[in-house]
């Protein structure tokens, strides 16, 4: 079979992630372990290429109990308490946190203080989310369905800010459904522009091939996002989170094949996806 196959120039590791790799791997490289506070990436592939350097992921119930050790914290970001559970055992903390995200925060904190009502569009129980909700003592509202709203009695006036992965136009469109419920918005949209550029980049990207291979992890909330924008725009998408995924019987002789990904899925995935396909 000959296929025609190309890689997303614009797909791969967002600037967090490309962040927080490099400096795990140097410090692995140096000292051959480094404990992490949840999965260092959405993607297990590349966290079990990491853990066969000596990387640890750990969970917060693992965390509490460590003492004198090194952590990293990962892109995701983490609420106030872990820097505090860390200080009161004396562990040296790696801190990868997103610049977008830490941004976020702070804004979260600052309408917390000023003792604004605050909701937050993102999923539930997501590590960026939990981060975010600490900045409020845990008193922020999360919602990650239009249908949720109807489950609470909402203020007259609320701040609504959004994890930094969803999609811009359904964040959007949040807003117009509070507005219609006569709620005072106050609104700061901080989505990941890297990311939702990506979502236009891929409507591009996916309308030039027959066929359109996306991978990333099952874990990734950005991976489901950019596979339905994928969808959306060519239903010939197939979902795979590994090179053994891949279906001869999705082609046919002569097809062209886009490869893609999400901010979570890493260069050499990619790669072994199109030497797969080639070797059809």
């Known amino acids: 079979m000959k296929l025609d196959v190309e890689i997303d120039d614009n797909s791969g590791f967002c600037f967090g992630v490309v962040f927080a790799i490099p400096m795990a791997e140097d410090i692995l490289n140096e000292e051959g372990h480094l404990y992490c506070l949840g999965d260092i990436v959405h993607n297990d592939e590349e ?13 917060h119930e693992q965390f509490l109990k460590l003492k004198n050790k090194k952590v990293l914290i990962r892109a995701h970001g983490e609420p106030p308490e872990t820097y505090k559970q860390a200080m009161e055992n004396n562990i040296e903390l790696v801190d990868a946190s997103c610049p977008v995200v830490l941004k976020l925060q702070h804004r979260v904190r600052e309408a917390f203080n000023k003792e604004e009502k605050i909701l937050i569009y993102g999923k539930h129980g997501h590590a960026e989310v939990k981060g975010l909700v600490g900045q409020t003592n845990g008193e922020a509202l999360v919602i990650e369905s239009f249908d949720e709203l109807e489950n609470h009695e909402l203020p007259s006036k609320i701040r609504l800010f959004s994890q930094t992965t969803k999609r811009t136009k359904n964040l959007y469109a949040l807003k117009e459904k509070l507005e219609a419920k006569g709620i005072e918005v106050g ?29 990333a992890g099952v874990k990734s909330s950005n ?8 969808k959306d725009n060519n239903p010939n998408t197939h979902f795979v989170s590994n090179k053994e995924e891949v279906n ?8 062209k094949i886009g490869v893609c990904g999400a901010t979570s899925t890493p260069q050499w995935q990619m790669d072994e996806i199109k030497e797969k396909l080639l070797s059809f």
């Open 47 to 59: 966290v079990a290429r990491l853990e066969a350097k000596g990387l640890e992921i750990i969970d």
């Open 187 to 215: 609104f700061n949209d901080t989505l990941c522009r890297q990311v939702s550029n990506r979502d236009i980049q891929l409507r591009d990207f996916v309308k030039r091939f027959d066929v359109i291979v996306f991978v």
């Open 248 to 255: 001869r019987d999705w082609f046919k002789d002569n097809d």
């Open 223 to 230: 991976g489901k996002v950019l596979f339905d924008v994928c």
